[in-house]
């Protein structure tokens, strides 16, 4: 059996490795490093994809952030509300602007930022909510748009872990994760859905508007050559990892549903298993499974891992510590029982192997050491 990893990106490599070296040596024949046909190809690849208007490509998933709330114009003193328990480049960019960060618990089954939460921290200055589609699933847009409409808010969706994940509205459309709010922002680090082979990002947005100034502002404010209009910064795709992703983007499907298939087996193989839960499906969004991630009860999630760790299986926890607890973060002034819901995943969650290419094998060999582990 191949050794597991929690996502082995050479296994793909091995199977999309000709048609990737080729794109990248045309790249380098090119020498189009910067700005070359393959980023507009790719974004326009993407548009089409995603079923939105404008993507914008940029330099990684942070800055993706941080260009939607520069191009927002929120201001040193706005607040803007995110989840708890997300990944720290959510909340870093709100810091690094100035803004004021309000940090809400997620709703315990799905993980994704609880829609009554936000209520509550809603105040006159609120101006922006970030939310998360953390691990493939998203949150819950439908009831998010409300809010931002009824108090005039804009909505910025952090989509680096759901790039192709769909959102079922209850009158029965659909629509792709990033493009229900204002602006949506993605990341093509390695490990993502659709991952590159280096950093990159994107945002997407239906508004002729915000799409003009987020390119403006990614490109050191200029729209005509050395005119700047904007403070802005450099934050671009280059040419490489766009040829990368175009090839990478029409296997995306694909991948989705082969983690979707590996989640399945992962669930049927626990749902008997009363140690742990299996992670919750919502009814209004696909889960394209950045993550598996189970929730270990008892107190014995570390346990747990160590035991898969003698049998040359990974786990992950992601997240460990919540955003309130960090050491940069304390300027916030939360106290330690602020969220008991982000504190409480913090010490059950677990993340297993999830990647396109797992083997049956390998499956099986891991649900067997997890089931062992329980007594079944
Ligand atoms: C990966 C990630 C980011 C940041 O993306 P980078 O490309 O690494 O900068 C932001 N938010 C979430 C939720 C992520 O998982």
Avoid: W
Avoid at 87 to 96: D, G, P, R
């Amino acid at each position: 059996m191949r050794e597991i990893q929690m996502v082995d990106l050479k296994a793909q490599y091995e199977k999309i490795g000709a048609e990737i070296d080729i794109a990248i040596k045309s790249v380098l024949e090119s020498t189009a490093f910067i700005k070359g046909p393959d980023v507009k190809l790719f974004e326009e690849e993407l548009q089409e994809y995603m079923g939105v208007k404008y993507v914008v490509s940029c330099a990684n998933g942070t800055d993706a952030l941080q260009l939607a709330m520069m191009a927002l114009a929120l201001k040193p003193g706005d607040e803007v509300i995110t989840t708890n328990f997300t990944f720290i480049a959510t909340v870093e960019v709100v810091a690094l602007l100035g803004l004021k960060l309000v940090i809400v618990d997620p709703d315990p089954g799905s993980f994704n930022i609880s829609v009554e939460a936000v209520r509550k921290a809603i105040t006159p200055k609120t101006k922006a909510i970030v939310p998360v589609h953390l691990f493939g699933q998203c949150a819950y847009m439908e009831s998010l748009m409300e809010i931002a409409k009824k108090y005039n808010l804009y909505i910025i969706e952090d989509a680096a872990q759901a790039t192709g994940a769909d959102y079922f509205f209850r009158d029965g459309t659909t629509k792709k994760a990033g493009t229900i709010g204002h602006i949506g922002t993605t990341s093509f680090f390695p490990s993502k859905n659709l991952g590159c082979y280096g950093d990159g990002g994107a945002l997407y947005t239906n508004d002729d508007a915000h799409a003009e100034k987020l390119r403006s502002i990614a490109n050191h404010g200029m729209k005509v050559r050395y005119h700047h209009d904007d403070i802005g910064i450099n934050s671009r795709l280059d040419s490489i990892q766009a040829a990368i992703l175009r090839i990478k983007l029409k296997y995306l499907s694909h991948f989705n549903s082969a983690r979707r298939v590996v989640a399945d087996i992962y669930d049927e193989a626990f749902a008997k298993c009363h140690s742990l839960s299996v992670p919750e499906r919502v009814s209004y969004s696909s889960h394209i499974f950045h993550q598996y991630t189970i929730r270990v009860k008892n107190g014995k999630r570390d346990d747990l891992k160590k035991f898969l760790e003698s049998k040359k299986i990974p786990s992950m926890v992601y997240y460990p510590v919540p955003l309130h607890m960090q050491e940069a973060y304390r300027y916030l002034g939360y106290r330690e029982n602020d969220f008991p819901v982000t504190t409480a995943l913090c010490k059950e969650v677990l993340s297993l192997p999830m990647y396109p290419d797992m083997e049956q094998e390998q499956i099986d060999y891991i649900i067997l050491n997890i089931l062992t582990f329980f007594g079944k």
